[in-house]
């Protein structure tokens, strides 16, 4: 048997009839961009994110782009990211002209580590960007000490934490600003581009709306350069569907995850940690090994489906070697991407197929460790 890594056929056809209709009323409304149904989605997501307001525009990576213009961040400033991240959270910080500034991340949450940030911080530093990195909250509580310590704003890289909670309370308005995706493999995602900035600041949200409409409140008044990042309206509508699927969505993953978990109990396998006061939401379900290649190699053969976030630091990438980052200087996120594995993650993932993962996984294991079944 072969498992994907991920099956959004599989999702569409459970839900099929009320994404077909939700389709339908926008042809037949004609409202394609933005509209009554991006308007009720900005209501919706940002209620069930917790925070006051929801700014739809057209991918995650505007979301962070357009909350850090809506402070002011620009030239002369720097950014406090990880470099252990999808590019985008670091490219959305070069978009604004400031500087990306890296710290490590702590190397069981895969996370941005608290303790390291404040030797990063100078005179020009404006704002962190932690990442709720596989669907696990950075850990808020020290992040936004430090924050309120030296002045600087959280925005919360929550692409693929949609519904994780920290502390009991959902990401999205723990920080300054949160950026949601909705990319389609993401835990909410549309079919198309889409992405949301959250906030509990009227300011930055009337910001942040001017900004992704052309810096205009009202038709033709531009008051600031803005852009063309509009949600649109086919989005807005099939994300209100597919929202109220989401915490179903969220356990069935938690429950896969347990299953994993389960299975590899006593083999050997590095699985994922999970902090004890977080609620995780697995948009990914990643293992470590240091045989990784060829771990990769025998799952191919099999047909199960594998992936890699991410195979390379973006400190060690090209596109930002002008930041004059060396191999060394971020080890844990070195090493992180070098050895996790992602494994079949989604709600409609089965026990078996997991039984099937599992088994070729902990045969790896074995070999490796050079134990005899
Ligand atoms: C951590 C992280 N940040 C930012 C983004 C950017 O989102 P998008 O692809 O919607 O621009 C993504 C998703 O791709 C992501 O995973």
């Known amino acids: 048997m072969s498992v994907p890594f991920?099956?959004?056929?599989?999702?569409?056809?459970?839900?099929?009839?009320?994404?077909?209709?939700?389709?339908?009323?926008?042809?037949?409304?004609?409202?394609?961009?933005?509209?009554?149904?991006?308007?009720?989605l900005e209501r919706e997501f940002s209620d069930y994110s917790q925070a006051a307001f929801g700014i739809g525009v057209n991918n995650g990576t505007n979301a962070l782009y357009l909350a850090l213009l809506s402070a002011g961040i620009g030239p002369g400033d720097e950014v406090i990211t990880v470099p252990f991240t999808f590019v985008a959270s670091v490219s959305a910080i070069w978009y604004s002209g400031a500087r990306p500034v890296f710290v490590d991340?702590?190397?069981r949450t895969f996370t941005m580590d608290p303790a390291l940030i404040e030797a990063a911080i100078t005179a020009r530093t404006k704002a962190i960007i932690p990442v709720h990195l596989y669907g696990q909250p950075a850990d808020m509580d020290?992040?936004?000490?430090?924050?309120?310590?030296?002045?600087?704003?959280?925005?919360?890289?929550?692409?693929?934490?949609?519904?994780?909670?920290?502390?009991?309370?959902?990401?999205?308005?723990?920080?300054d600003w949160?950026?949601?995706?909705?990319?389609?493999?993401?835990?909410?995602?549309?079919?198309?581009?889409?992405?949301m900035t959250t906030t509990n600041n009227a300011e930055y949200a009337r910001k942040i709306r001017m900004l992704r409409d052309w810096g205009a409140e009202k038709k033709y008044q531009h008051e600031l350069k803005g852009f063309n990042m509009r949600l649109e309206g086919m989005q807005g509508a099939i994300l209100r569907v597919k929202l109220?699927?989401?915490?179903?969505?969220?356990?069935?993953?938690?429950?896969?995850?347990?299953?994993?978990?389960?299975?590899?109990?006593?083999?050997?396998?590095?699985?994922?940690?999970?902090?004890?006061n977080v609620r995780h939401v697995y948009h990914i379900y990643a293992i470590r090994t240091p045989e990784r290649q060829k771990w990769i190699d025998a799952l191919n053969a099999k047909g199960i489906g594998n992936g890699i976030h991410y195979p390379h630091p973006v400190h060690l990438l090209p596109a930002f070697e002008d930041l004059g980052y060396k191999k060394g200087q971020f080890p844990h996120s070195e090493k992180a991407a070098a050895e996790t594995l992602s494994l079949p993650m989604f709600p409609e993932l089965k026990a078996d197929q997991q039984a099937e993962v599992a088994a070729a996984v902990i045969e790896l294991q074995r070999a490796g460790a050079g134990v005899s079944r």
């Open 6 to 40: 991920v099956d959004l056929k599989a999702q569409y056809q459970a839900i099929k009839p009320e994404v077909d209709a939700a389709i339908q009323h926008i042809l037949d409304s004609t409202q394609f961009v933005l509209g009554a149904e991006v308007a009720e």
């Open 105 to 107: 991340i702590d190397p």
């Open 142 to 175: 020290p992040i936004m000490e430090i924050a309120k310590k030296h002045g600087l704003l959280v925005l919360e890289d929550a692409c693929q934490a949609h519904g994780a909670e920290y502390n009991g309370v959902r990401v999205g308005g723990i920080g």
């Open 178 to 195: 949160a950026a949601f995706s909705f990319y389609p493999g993401k835990n909410l995602g549309a079919y198309g581009e889409g992405g």
């Open 244 to 276: 109220k699927h989401l915490d179903k969505w969220t356990q069935a993953r938690a429950d896969a995850a347990g299953r994993y978990n389960a299975l590899f109990a006593g083999s050997g396998v590095q699985t994922p940690y999970a902090a004890p």
